[in-house]
């Protein structure tokens, strides 16, 4: 009869005898492995961290780099903060008027004389005196009269007679920009030829006439208008100067003296113009 222990040792091993073991071995392992990969990662993170400040530090240390970077970095600043540096502004504009002052000069000098005055000889409204606008009226067939006063007003001082040079004054009160297209209409109406006409403006001063100079070309249409400075009763106007520089026959009288007036010859017109 064997025996117990020699049936024990030529049994085979038992098999899956750690098979419950197995399962709980990795799941230790699992757990201790997982907080490594965590604290690796985020040791990569701070690597990575540390060196974008490091190469911005040393970017921004640098003296050429950080001349390059400075506007950039300003403009970010302000634009973070919404506010803008008037300081370095003016500073910068001070520094580039000593830096080219010949140049901010030349600017200045353009913008202050040459432009105005250019744009002033190439307009088609001009003022003119009460002197220059009889010889123009005299010398020129297409230059006409345009007398803008109210009715009192003409009753009171007439317009000035252009008889004897074949004119006549077209009286067209002017009352106001409320009534400007209907205002045209009528000195349209008052000349059979608006694009190749002349029109010198007279008013009592010189206010509306300018309005209506600028009105007439700008809107009407005609080939240049004058406004008569200090217009019928102004400074230097009609009244002011036709003694000693108009002949009698254009001379603005008022209704007391517009009959008397009518006795004076046309002989006098060249005694005075000479």
Known sequence: MTSLPTILASSPPPRNQCKPSTPQTPIPHRTRITPLNNISTSLQLLSKTHLSLTLSQTILCSPVLASTTQPFTSISDQSSTGR???????????????????????????????????????????????????????SQADTQLLDIRDEKTLAS?????????????AQVPYSGEDDESGFLKRV????????????????????NSMKVAELLVENGGFKEAYYI???????????????????????????????????????SIVGTEN
């Open 229 to 267: 400075k200090g217009g019928a009763r102004g400074k230097n106007g009609w009244l002011a100067v036709q003694e000693e520089l108009l002949p009698p026959p254009v001379h603005m009288y008022t209704s007391k003296n517009a009959k008397s007036s009518s006795n004076n010859s046309e002989a």
């Open 188 to 207: 349209k109406g008052s000349f059979s030829d608006p694009e190749n006409t002349v029109v010198c403006v007279l008013d009592n001063f010189d206010g």
């Open 84 to 138: 803008i540096d008037l300081e370095s502004i003016l500073i910068t504009i001070d520094n580039f008027f000593n830096k080219y002052p010949f140049f901010v000069a030349g600017c200045t000098f353009i913008y202050l004389v040459v432009y105005p005055a250019v744009i002033f000889y190439l307009r088609k409204y001009k003022p003119i005196s009460a002197v220059e606008a009889f010889r123009k009226l005299k």
């Open 157 to 169: 001082l007439a317009s000035p007679s252009l008889k004897f040079l074949g004119k006549s004054s």
